[in-house]
C-alpha cells in the first residue's frame, strides 16, 4: 500500500518536472561539458513518460501481483537513473526523487510479495 502511494506521488512528481523541462526551456540551468548534456525538451519528454510510466505501475502496485511488483520495481530503478543523470540540471529535487525510489524498491521487495506460498 506504502509502495504504491509513494509509485504514484513519484510519478505524478516526475511528469510535472517534464511539463516544465517541455513548456520552459530556460527553467533548468544549462549545464556545459556534461556527458549527457540533452536539450531541455529531450529531458522533459524523457522525465514525462517515466513519471506516467511509474505513476501507473503505482496503480497496479495496488493488485499486489509479483508481476506488478517487478515491473514496479523496475521502473522505479529506471526513475531513480534518469534523476540521477539529471542532478547537474536540478540537484536538490532529483537527489529527492532517487533517495525515494530506493525507499520504494526496498519496500517493495521486503513486502514479501516475491515469496513462494
Known amino acids: 500500500?506504502?509502495?504504491g502511494t509513494m509509485m504514484i506521488m513519484i510519478g505524478a512528481f516526475q511528469a510535472l518536472e517534464g511539463?516544465?523541462?517541455i513548456l520552459d526551456d530556460d527553467f533548468y540551468v544549462?549545464?556545459?561539458d556534461y556527458a549527457f548534456d540533452l536539450d531541455s525538451t529531450?529531458?522533459?519528454w524523457a522525465h514525462l513518460i517515466i513519471g506516467v510510466l511509474v505513476a501507473v505501475a503505482g496503480f497496479f502496485l495496488f493488485a499486489g501481483s509479483p508481476v506488478a511488483a517487478g515491473v514496479a520495481v523496475a521502473l522505479a530503478g529506471l526513475s531513480a537513473i534518469a534523476n540521477f543523470l539529471f542532478v547537474p540540471y536540478y540537484p536538490f529535487?532529483?537527489?529527492l526523487i532517487v533517495a525515494i525510489n530506493v525507499f520504494v524498491m526496498w519496500a517493495?521487495?521486503?513486502s514479501g510479495v516475491f515469496q513462494r506460498p
Open 19 to 21: 511539463l516544465v523541462a
Open 93 to 95: 529535487w532529483s537527489l
Open 30 to 32: 544549462s549545464v556545459s
Open 42 to 44: 529531450a529531458w522533459g
Open 108 to 110: 517493495i521487495v521486503r
Open 1 to 3: 500500500m506504502f509502495a
